[in-house]
Nanobody
Framework: QVQLVESGGGLVQAGGSLRLSCTAS????????MGWFRQAPGKEREFVAA????????YYTDSMKGRFTISRDNAQNTVYLQMNSLKPEDTAVYYC?????????????????WGQGTQVTVSS
């Protein structure tokens, strides 16, 4: 069992930046590939980015490549999502997920644990 807690969301103007954090507790963090997903009102939860257990491999949705950066610090049990050049359409609840002893995945069904989410609102 691992517990995930996201933080760092908030209200930002279009063009601004935010850095989300997801801190894990429980089992050994570097046993998990990690992913960020988001869910806007009335929409399905969608993949944003993923990172391998060692941080050496990352994977992004095409529309976010170049604007968002995922990283992790295994010593701090934390995964980050740096979001730059934010747009109103980035408004959503952002969730981190953990996938035990497996490769990165863009499918939400592959993740074993989820945090409670953090709200990101981008104003125009």
């Amino acid at each position: 069992q691992v517990q995930l807690v996201e933080s760092g969301g908030g209200l930002v103007q279009a063009g601004g930046s935010l850095r989300l954090s997801c801190t894990a507790s429980g089992r050994t963090f570097n046993n998990y590939a990690m992913g960020w997903f988001r869910q806007a009102p009335g929409k399905e939860r969608e993949f944003v980015a993923a990172i391998s257990w060692d941080g050496l491999n990352t994977y992004y949705t095409d529309s976010m490549k170049g604007r968002f950066t995922i990283s992790r610090d295994n010593a701090q049990n934390t995964v980050y999502l740096q979001m730059n050049s934010l747009k109103p359409e980035d408004t959503a609840v952002y969730y981190c997920g953990a996938r035990y002893r497996s490769a990165m995945s863009r499918s939400k069904a592959d993740y074993d644990y989820w945090g409670q989410g953090t709200q990101v609102t981008v104003s125009s």
